[in-house]
């Protein structure tokens, strides 16, 4: 006789129904944790088990001090292409809007300085950003423009996006940039902008970009919610040509 399954995957199981018939719809709230355990008759620790399960398999995510949410469908983020994160929610039919938390003119550190290609007097801006998708907060950017290069950046257009004011207002052609990404945990900090646990691993891009003249115009860091994100790479293979002459 076949032995029965372990409960919590039993319940597992029935909340996959839930979201699959969408009863549970994308983006929704599940039902606390002690609705739960009425709902199953089961204990806190198995229902525990269970939605742990489903966090595992990309069905479920927690917001910290929020609830237990059915994961919608993932924002593609294509690691090849340089856009905006505007231009990226525009394309996913979603609200953008950016709330600046820093804006302020310095003196860049080293590593700025470096990247940048700055000379000994120069001035950066320094504009941290929470973006939010239709409410959601999805990312922390933090920014360093060179001063000389854009003497007229203000607070407002900060609001609204960079690149939009780069080549629109700017008349400055963006030519691509140079990304690294680096898995990470969030500090606490960043972890209450983005709405996740501190022990939550997110993704941290760094960037640095250039103009058709090969001048470098920005550093960013940016700190990438990675549950609601999907990276892609869409890679061609090199075919030799042979000479037969």
């Known amino acids: 006789m076949k032995a029965k399954s372990p409960l919590y995957q039993r319940i597992a199981q029935e909340m996959r129904t839930f979201i699959e018939t969408g009863d549970w719809a994308p983006g929704e709230a599940i039902p606390t944790e002690a609705q739960l355990v009425e709902k199953f008759k089961a204990s806190r620790v198995t229902v525990r088990q269970a939605v742990k399960l489903l966090q595992e398999e990309g069905l479920l995510w927690k917001r ?33 809007t950016s709330k600046v938390l820093t804006f302020t003119v310095q003196p860049p550190t080293e590593k700025i300085k470096e990247i940048l290609e700055l000379g000994e007097d120069a001035l950066v801006y320094y504009i941290r950003r929470l973006r939010f998708a239709n409410g959601e907060p999805l990312i922390v950017e933090d920014t360093y423009l060179p001063l000389q290069l854009f003497p007229d950046l203000t607070y407002e257009v900060m609001t609204r996006s960079k690149y939009d004011y780069i080549e629109n207002v700017k008349n400055l052609k963006i030519a691509d940039s140079v990304q690294e990404f680096i898995p990470v945990l969030p500090t606490k900090e960043i972890a209450e902008m983005l709405e996740v646990s501190d022990r939550t691993p997110i993704l941290k891009v760094e960037l640095y970009s250039f103009l058709m003249d090969g001048s470098r115009f920005e550093f960013t860091e940016t700190y990438f919610k990675s549950e609601e994100y999907r990276f892609i790479i869409r890679a061609g293979r090199r075919h030799e040509t042979t000479n037969t002459q």
């Open 64 to 96: 910290q001090g929020s609830g237990t949410y059915v994961q919608s469908e993932k924002i593609e983020h294509n690691m090849y292409e340089l856009k905006s994160f505007t231009e990226d929610m525009k394309r996913e039919g979603k609200d953008v």
